[in-house]
């Protein structure tokens, strides 16, 4: 008897649901099932993730949510068309968004007193049945199982109140549109509400619906289901009780199992295919548009597009090349031809905005391939000067999953912070009033999260719960221990009866998802409403909304997204730009020159502390080796440290081969006339995403849809199932091909490494700009740069002291914090002299720093006392600014002033501060504390700002350290020799592909030592290395290529107070 | 004169002796639980071993791998406080509670020839007793206090000259207001002495009234009255087991810390011990109690722990010891006549007595009122205490109990099922009291659970079957075997 499953929910219920959208999937085409429907309790975020596993699975994947009412009942809706679908959207959309009123709902439920309640932002959906009502058309609902408005009613009243429901229900939906659900989970007791269900329907002409209320896909799930439930009651699983599941039956089960399960029943079993066949929704009838832009009267999107991008190549280049014009051309051709002249405008529209209002903007991704997103300034990167290929970004052959043309990829790099918000907000506003939202961010299970939630339902104490987290201080880096040796050091013994559980279900729960977060930069827009298209919920910041559908799930329904990113260093190149126009050297992005020598030669000793990009511990171990000596090769630099292609062997090769270590090949000889054109630039090694796609289009004969997939694939960290599928693909395609298997194996091999990881070409063209860009003004303009870093931090992998310590060692004169010359930010004094900020001042209010410096505009400060008097400054602000120097100008010394801004009025006593002074012109009476010393200002330096501008507090501890060597004296040593280094830990990492070792930078007067330990010697050491502020190291010297590294042996704390606990850049 | 007796770390050493600690082993004490607890204080060999104030538990773990991690026990810190007092209530008559780890005593009048050697005596005595204590002598209680911090422990610094004994030490020595450290810590003002070149009127307008009082601190302060700490009245010492003890020699332990501080206390008010009653508090069921009547009222704390260790070796207890109390009888030494007829047993009474008995016979976990357990699986419940009320009734179900009442065969009758040929329904089943042809089946019911535990998993799924012959039985398969769990009226 055929029989298809049409409620089950998945783990986007939210502790109601324990497995993937794929698992469901998956066990559905296991169980026989020709179609599914996936009916998640208030939301629609896990259905396109069933729609593509479905499909992939062959089966047919329905659409419908669990909707919960405002009389804390749930109603289970389908989805029969687009109309209905579109009303279920909105529908959950309305009644999540509309605020309910605390005082009129239902208190939460006995079992579940912690269950969001109204007031909450993030509650269900609490529709009413008036909403439920007006948008009934095209949905299909059932009477739902035990927490359904009948059943529910049923067990509570019984069966007249159980009734009343159901006619409540018919008239909402009419007969055709409800159906009685009946479901048996094989628990005694069950089969009298069945006889009350069945006799209802038939008194009332209604159709009895089997389903099987799944909440897993197989019975091995349970426990996963059970942990849910503690977590969403929070309770344990044994103080649980009969709160927990009865037994393992909500699983999917076969046809054949649900015949003979409801054998008295077949009419129930029957309905599911006559009701699946009413369904006519998927997914793939969205009707999503991407919204119009506005043109003048009389003029199409097409020509205002050829207008606006020829006059932009005309801004950009003066006289236009035949050659450009002619690309041009060709590009619009194609755009138009797609149908994404819209699109394109709406990009440009955004840039023109953020530059007419002053701010940065970079479009990174394969855009950069594009003349005309050069030409529109979307751009940074001539694609023509670097011989990049259109084709990569945009052409026909460019098809989604299902077959649409897929929306080109530009994401836009914005200064981090406040300037990015404005063009949030302005794309917000543009297409109001519900137009556009954040994509979502699905957030998993993992890691120690996930061993501390699942502890809890297992009833494990907190304090071995924390044990195990400190254990693991410093984020969830890669592990080289497993699971059972780690809770083992947190005391719980492998042989606890319940270890084994808690090794078992954080296997199980990885990756599930936990929540619904908001994606940092991801919107997406649409034609009128977005809430036709998916539901839309508040999140967690005010003000805004969220779509329940992360950037994959869109961009895979061909939903187009414009990804707004916050990069830190583009505020700080803005900032450079401003500083440097305002003292008469006004630089802008574009006008660096380019090919700059000397620029390069610094990325080539690695001199790259505080640059874009490539001034990571790895990076600059890699540069003195690669030399970059022109863009590409920085592009290439900043692609071959990453995870992919150092786990593909890849990095390595390509270092050797332009040192001319090894012949330069093109991955096999059967094959190298048709790879060497695509691999010539990278010297015969497959670097870039797109060469990867290049070679399975040229090798394997994939078409652009297959090329588009197998890019996706790769992109998709979720799934590696689809990454398997689409490499089986790829290696079939190459063997029916006739390459031979070393062939096969090295494409395969690469691309696998690039799952995750894979580095397009113009992504790397336009971040290796931003770094060149950096790396030039670090050289040339090394005072403003630093200035800049300053005042954004926190940025990039060192923290102000270290950026302090390297611009000193470049000759730099960094000045302290004073009141007599400070403003709120760092500034530039001189060609070669910063002054600090007082935003570096700790405990020093903006308000209050920014009222020191427009006092001062008014007038200088004569005296500390004047000071004092004109600035509205609190007590402890006061001593924060004596004590780290900055009334040196106005006092003998810092102590001077710290005794002297004691004896003014105190917080409240506002009368001193308008009466006169007694006597203007009287000296300050003399203090009778000594001066700090030496030590004593560094540490009032480290704690006040957390920079000094003086000695590196290693300097003040070198005299007590005769065996240490200094980080610079490290090139005059030997190969291999035994010797010590120390200094304060500035950088802890544990690269996923390191297998387990770590690095470690320590910080010293002289610069940065570079210490590696194995992993054994890790875990023999983790919490000395993980929790000490300076470390003592004793190891051998390893220097390749002028990169040297301490082998570390020994591993001590330092334990000399003098120096201070920096800011370590840990396990990123 | 004042003497202060003055216990450094005390809250760590009421902790240690608490306990048969080793001294030799690196412990510390955190402030709490917490996951963000620091440590307070550490001993000799933590603090040898790098462990300091400040210091998060993996931090310190990161020091010294050894370190017996310690959480401030009030109850240990009662008792070692109270024979700190006892101890100083055998060097004067007015006494003052200053401090947790601080008896001040009032010496004024005594002679001071022989103060030093009084005072050193109550330090060792403490030290003995676990309680590191250091002893000062001095004009003032503050004075005596600073002496007695500045000392190590066993030893006694008298202050002579009060301005050299002051100038080096630390500003924390005279408690600055927490709101003036950090202002003190900026002006470099680290010792009682740099603060005393500070003009004191400057200081004043600095600082204003705490500063001036801190200043009158670094000079040494003034004589003031002791707020006397009453004499003990009641003679009692408790003790809450971290762990339940199962043997004697933890008892043993603390017995003596008991005995140890209640002599010392009889002692300070000239009393000494009739009789003795010891209650142990037991992990299941309820305590253990006995009182023992003395030959002879003595304050000897050898005596006492003689007759407490006589009664323990013979005593086997159902469970664990979870805690234990104390209580001394006081009496004048020798003016109480003991009663012709008295015993040392005593009577149990009531229902709580009854129950006790009743609970020795049947064992501590069978006794109780059986309620259904929380849980799907048939037939489990837990014994609740017997409530001393009867409970309201409830509201009737809105659905009527269904079906039958079932007769459970206590336990299960094993059966043997026969399987028609290409049936997964029993046809025939046997058991030792009957057998026949299955007419009918209904089901199946499945249920499972503790599934996170081996020995708390429990999986179960059955069948109500009809035999051809008559009768309405469950059958139940569970552990890989069948039964038939009972018979329906």
Redesign the interface.
């Known amino acids: 008897m055929p029989y298809v499953e049409l409620h089950a929910r998945s783990a986007f219920s939210f502790l109601r649901g324990a497995s993937s959208p794929e698992a469901l999937a998956e066990a559905a085409a296991a169980q026989g099932l020709a179609a599914m429907a996936l009916l998640d309790r208030d939301g629609l975020a896990g259905v396109p993730r069933f729609h593509g596993a479905a499909g992939d699975a062959g089966v047919r994947a329905r659409v419908g949510a669990e909707v919960t009412l405002a009389d804390g009942t749930v109603l289970p809706l389908l989805a029969a068309n687009r109309t209905g679908y579109r009303n279920l959207c909105r529908l959950i959309t309305g009644a999540k968004l509309t605020p309910r009123d605390a005082l009129s709902a239902p208190p939460p439920p006995e079992e579940n007193p912690h269950a969001p309640g109204p007031g909450d932002r993030k509650r269900p959906c609490l529709a009413t049945w008036e909403e439920v009502a007006a948008h009934a058309e095209g949905l299909v609902a059932l009477t739902g199982d035990e927490e359904g408005p009948v059943r529910h009613a049923w067990r509570r009243a019984g069966a007249a109140v159980a009734g009343e429901a159901l006619a409540r229900l018919e008239r909402v939906f009419g007969r055709a549109n409800l159906y009685v659900e009946v479901q048996r989970h094989r628990r005694r007791g069950e089969e009298r509400e069945i006889a009350f269900l069945r006799d209802l329907a038939a008194a009332r002409g209604l159709p009895l619906l089997a389903t099987g209320g799944v909440a897993y896909a197989t019975p091995a799930d349970r426990p996963v289901a059970d942990v849910f439930t503690c977590l969403r009651l929070h309770t344990t699983l044994d103080a649980a009780g009969r709160r927990l599941s009865a037994n393992a039956q909500r699983h999917i089960h076969s046809p054949t199992a649900m015949a003979e399960r409801f054998a008295d029943l077949p009419a129930a079993v029957e309905e599911t295919t006559r009701l699946e066949a009413r369904l006519e929704f998927t997914l793939r009838d969205l009707g999503y548009r991407f919204p119009d832009f506005p043109t003048p009267p009389g003029k199409t999107v097409e020509e205002l597009l050829r207008e606006v991008t020829h006059a932009g190549a005309r801004a950009r280049h003066g006289t236009v090349p035949p050659a450009l014009t002619a690309q041009l051309e060709r590009e619009l051709a194609l755009i138009a031809r797609l149908g994404f002249c819209g699109y394109f405008l709406i990009v440009w529209d955004i840039c023109r905005h953020a530059r007419e209002q002053g701010i940065l903007v970079q479009g990174r991704g394969s855009a950069a391939n594009s003349a005309a997103c050069h030409a529109l300034g979307i751009t940074a990167v001539d694609p023509l000067r670097h011989r990049l290929l259109f084709e990569r970004f945009l052409s026909e052959g460019r098809v989604g999953r299902d077959g649409r043309p897929s929306w080109p990829d530009i994401d836009l790099d914005l200064p981090s912070g406040e300037p990015r918000e404005r063009i949030i907000q302005k794309v917000y506003a543009d297409h109001a009033p519900r137009g556009a939202a954040m994509t979502a961010n699905v957030i998993t299970y993992r890691g120690r999260g996930a061993v501390r939630e699942i502890g809890k339902a297992l009833g494990f104490g907190e304090d071995t719960l924390d044990r195990f987290s400190a254990l693991q201080a410093g984020g969830d880096f890669p592990e080289t221990l497993e699971l059972r040796r780690r809770l083992t050091l947190a005391g719980i013994p492998p042989d606890h009866p319940r270890a084994e559980a808690l090794a078992r279900l954080h296997r199980q729960m990885q990756g599930l998802p936990r929540h619904l977060g908001q994606h940092s930069g991801g919107m997406i827009i649409g034609h009128g409403r977005l809430d036709d298209i998916m539901p839309l919920e508040h999140a967690t910041m005010p003000g805004r909304v969220v779509a329940q559908w992360d950037k994959d799930d869109c961009e895979d329904l061909g939903i187009v997204k414009v990804d707004l990113l916050g990069l830190g260093m583009m505020a700080a190149l803005q900032e450079t730009f401003r500083i440097g126009g305002e003292r008469g050297r006004p630089l802008e992005l574009a006008a660096i020159p380019p090919d700059d020598p000397a620029t390069y030669a610094a990325m080539q000793r690695a001199d790259t502390i505080g640059v874009f990009q490539i001034e990571s511990r790895a990076q600059m171990a890699s540069l003195p080796r690669l030399r970059p000596a022109c863009l590409y090769d920085v592009a290439m630099q900043v692609a071959i440290v990453r995870p992919g292609p150092i786990v593909g062997h890849l990095a390595h090769p390509l270092i050797r081969r332009r040192n001319g270590l090894e012949p330069v090949t093109y991955i096999d000889p059967s094959v190298d006339h048709l790879a060497e054109p695509i691999l010539r630039r990278t010297l015969g090694v497959i670097l870039f995403q797109e060469q990867m796609l290049e070679l399975a289009m040229t090798l394997a004969d994939f078409t652009g849809a297959e090329a588009e997939e197998l890019r996706r694939a790769m992109g998709f960290t979720k799934d590696t199932v689809r990454l398997q599928r689409a490499l089986a693909r790829l290696c079939a395609a190459l063997r029916a091909k006739g390459r031979n298997e070393a062939v096969v194996k090295r494409i395969s091999e690469s691309a696998l490494s690039f799952a995750a990881y894979g580095f397009p070409e113009s992504h790397a063209l336009s971040f290796a700009l931003l770094a060149y860009a950096s790396t030039w003004l670090k050289v040339h303009r090394p005072a403003e740069f630093l200035a800049s870093l300053l005042n954004h931090q926190p940025m990039g992998f060192y923290g102000p002291a270290t950026l302090v310590q390297d611009a000193r060692r470049h000759g730099l004169r960094v000045r302290p914090v004073c009141v007599a010359a400070s403003a709120w930010d760092s500034t530039v004094e001189a060609d070669d002299a910063v002054r600090l900020g007082l935003r570096q001042v700790n405990g020093l209010r903006e308000t209050a720093g920014r009222g020191i410096a427009a006092a001062r505009t008014e007038r200088p400060f004569t005296s500390l006392d004047d000071f004092l008097r004109r600035t509205p400054l609190q007590a402890a602000e006061r001593r924060a600014l004596a004590a780290a120097g900055a009334l040196n100008a106005l006092a003998p010394h810092r102590r001077a002033a710290l005794w002297q801004v004691e004896a003014a009025w105190k917080d409240g006593d506002e009368l001193f501060r308008a009466a006169p002074a007694a006597d203007e012109t009287a000296p300050p009476a003399e203090s009778p504390l000594a001066a700090m010393s030496l030590a004593e200002r560094v540490r009032a330096d480290f704690d006040g700002t957390g920079v000094t501008t003086g000695a590196h507090p290693m300097a003040l501890v070198r005299a007590r350290l005769p065996e240490a060597w200094r980080a610079t004296d490290l090139t005059l040593a030997e190969e291999g020799a035994r010797l010590t280094v120390a200094g304060a830990v500035i950088c802890r990492q544990r690269p996923g592909t390191a297998k387990g070792f770590l690095f470690v930078s320590l910080e010293d007067e002289t610069g940065i030592a570079n210490v590696v330990v194995t992993p054994q010697l890790f875990e023999e050491r983790r919490l000395v290395i993980t929790q000490e502020p300076a470390l003592r190291v004793t190891g051998r010297l390893q220097n390749r290529h002028g990169v040297i590294h301490v082998k570390a042996e020994v591993i001590e704390a330092l334990g000399e107070p003098a120096v201070p606990a920096g800011a370590s850049h840990d396990f990123h | 004169m004042f003497a202060v007796l003055h216990i450094a770390d005390f809250p760590l050493h009421a902790v240690l002796r608490s306990g048969p600690f080793d001294p030799a082993r690196p412990a510390a004490l955190f402030d709490g ?3 963000k607890s620091r440590v307070t204080a550490a001993n000799a060999a933590g603090r040898a071993a ?1 462990v300091v104030p400040g210091l ?4 310190a ?3 010294c791998a050894a370190l017996a991690i310690h959480a401030p026990r009030p109850a240990a810190e009662s008792e070692a406080r109270a024979l700190v007092l006892a101890t100083a209530l055998n060097l004067a008559p007015v006494v003052e509670d200053t401090a947790p780890g601080v008896a001040t005593a009032d010496l004024r009048g005594a002679d001071p020839a022989r103060v030093d050697a009084a005072a050193r005596a109550a330090a060792a005595y403490l030290g003995a007793a676990g309680l590191p204590a250091a002893a000062g002598v001095a004009r003032t209680p503050f004075l005596a206090l600073l002496a007695a911090e500045s000392s190590a422990p066993g030893a006694v610094t008298r202050v002579d000259d009060e301005t050299a004994f002051l100038a080096p030490l630390p500003i924390e020595a005279a408690a600055p207001p927490p709101a003036l450290v ?2 003190l810590a ?4 680290r010792t009682l002495g740099a603060l005393h ?3 004191r009127a ?1 200081l004043t ?3 204003g009234a705490e500063g001036l009082a801190l200043a009158g601190r670094a000079r040494g302060d003034e004589p003031r009255p002791l707020r006397a700490h009453p004499p003990p009245r009641d003679f009692t010492a408790t003790h809450d087991l971290e762990e339940p003890v199962a043997t004697l020699e933890p008892l043993l332990f603390l017995l003596r810390r008991f005995t140890e501080r209640l002599a010392l206390e009889l002692r300070a008010v000239r009393l000494a011990a009739a009789g003795l009653t010891l209650t142990l508090r037991l992990e299941e069921g309820p305590g253990h109690a006995r009182t023992f009547r003395l030959p002879g009222p003595t304050a000897d704390p050898d005596i006492l722990l003689r007759a407490l260790h006589t009664h323990l070796e013979s005593l086997r207890t159902d469970a664990a010891i979870t805690g234990l109390r104390l209580d001394v009888e006081p009496a004048r030494p020798l003016e109480r006549q003991p009663g012709l007829f008295e015993t040392g047993l005593r009577d149990p009474h009531g229902f709580t007595d009854t129950l006790a008995r009743v609970s020795a016979l049947v064992g501590a976990g069978h006794v109780g009122t059986p309620q259904p ?4 699986r048939p037939d489990s419940t837990v014994l609740a205490p017997p409530a001393p009320v009867v409970p309201p009734p409830e509201p009737e179900p ?2 009527a109990p ?1 079906g039958p009442p079932l007769r459970r065969f206590r336990p299960p009758l094993p059966a043997r099922l026969e399987f028609a040929a290409g049936d997964r329904r029993p046809s025939y089943v046997w058991t030792e009291r009957f057998a026949g042809e299955v007419a009918a089946v209904r089901g ?6 503790g ?5 708390l998993a429990w999986s179960r799924t ?1 069948w109500d079957i009809a035999l051809a012959g008559g009768g309405l039985y469950r059958l139940l398969r569970a552990d890989d075997a069948w039964f038939i769990e009972g018979e329906y009226d």
Request: with cysteine; glycine share 10%.
């Open positions: 639980n917490g996951k790098g998060t538990a993996p931090q773990v990161a020091r950090p202002v900026a002006w470099g003002v070149t500070l003009p400057d307008a600095r600082l357990a929380d849980t799907h809105p659905h269904w199946p019911w499945c249920a499972s659970g599934w996170w535990q081996a020995d059955e």
